[in-house]
């Protein structure tokens, strides 16, 4: 018992702009079927719960995106909060942006627990360049850059704290362009939403 109400406790403290909202309802409520015995109630709500976090925490991401710099159009950015039954959940959000023929979007994935192989991957020096990839640092942060001037398409990839993945992906767009976007991201709210 003393597990649940830490649990229940944890997701909160993770989320302290939540109000007395949806999830606090259903985590009392969780709380309410745990003590009555219904594991399955509060293993259910528990789960609507964290969905409805990573929603929110998705929500608040979409805006640590960058406005398309001068010359350039975007579209709005999407989100989306996976639940643990896909891919052990997380959250993904993303923004493509498009000038004549040039386009670049930016995905941000955060809380996936594929995240741990991705990060052994783009971590070691070794295989980023084995994989054509060149390493730099943007705005303080490790990046892996690969990009093919004949056809001027490319991909920027960085990890934040072993847990958060940016990528940058350009087609038709000159290298310095795509670096722009990717140094446009703010790592610094990212690793503190």
Known sequence: MKFFFLACSFIIILCPNL???DVLNILDEAVKQYNSGDYSGAASNLDY???LIRQKKSELM?????EPFPGWEAEEADAQALGTAVFGGGINVSRTYTKKT???TIDIISDAPVMQSLVMIINNPMLAGASGGKLETIKGQRAIIQYNETTRD???????GNSILVTVKGQKVDRVEMVEFAAAVDYDALTKN
């Open 62 to 66: 979409k805006e640590l995106l960058p």
């Open 19 to 21: 109000r007395a909202d």
């Open 102 to 104: 040039s386009k670049v």
């Open 49 to 51: 719960a964290s969905q």
């Open 154 to 160: 490319g991909e920027v990839n960085i990890v934040i």
